[in-house]
């Protein structure tokens, strides 16, 4: 069961970047991991490395006449 302390969403993002690019120099196999509710495996990499991204479920302001919002991975 994932740990439900708070997060410093800050930092996860700089961690995750920091991952993403290396396992790209080193040729590991990424897969974002939400919610987990997909049923043909997507979330999922052999030999690689899964990036939950649960904590980022965010969704950014919304104001009257907005036509954009900015959403979280999870």
Known sequence: MADKQATDLGQL???IVAMVRFCNEHGVSVAPR???HA???QAQVD???I???TPLASIGPVGPGST???VGAG
């Open 51 to 53: 990036i939950e991204t």
């Open 68 to 70: 954009t919002v900015t």
């Open 34 to 36: 939400g919610q987990g």
């Open 13 to 15: 993002i700089d961690d």
């Open 39 to 41: 049923t043909q495996g």
């Open 47 to 49: 030999g690689g490395l």
